[in-house]
Nanobody, 130 residues
Framework: QVQLVESGGGSVQAGGSLRLSCAASGYTYSSNCMGWFRQATGKEREGIASIYTGGSRTYYADSVKGRFTISRDNAKNTVYLQMSSLEPEDTGMYYC???????????????????????WGQGTQVTVSS
């Protein structure tokens, strides 16, 4: 099992930026795909970005493409989500997750992907004000 701890959330005005971090520990070798998800109050959890831990391939939901960038530092067992041009609609709890299956990375976008991910962090809150 992999333990995941998110950090970097906070409150920001629209147009601002934040960088989220996800530190992994435990059996990290079993995690071939890492993803970022978010959940707004009253809405389903949705996948927004993913990355192969063994390569550089990334995937994004259309809602964040061009504004968010996922990256990884395998030496630190950490995955990042750089968020720019933030909008009030980006407000929510942000989670990182890990799984062994590479297929999960390719289909991360949307609300159908969360069940494909095995290990989850506790989340970090992002609030964007207008």
């Amino acid at each position: 099992q992999v333990q995941l701890v998110e950090s970097g959330g906070g409150s920001v005005q629209a147009g601002g930026s934040l960088r989220l971090s996800c530190a992994a520990s435990g059996y990290t070798y079993s995690s071939n795909c890492m993803g970022w998800f978010r959940q707004a109050t009253g809405k389903e959890r949705e996948g927004i970005a993913s990355i192969y831990t063994g390569g550089s391939r990334t995937y994004y939901a259309d809602s964040v493409k061009g504004r968010f960038t996922i990256s990884r530092d395998n030496a630190k067992n950490t995955v990042y989500l750089q968020m720019s041009s933030l909008e009030p609609e980006d407000t929510g709890m942000y989670y990182c997750a890990a799984t062994a299956g590479l297929w999960a990375c390719t289909v991360v976008a949307g609300t159908n992907s969360p069940p494909l991910f095995r290990d989850w962090g506790q989340g970090t809150q992002v609030t964007v004000s207008s």
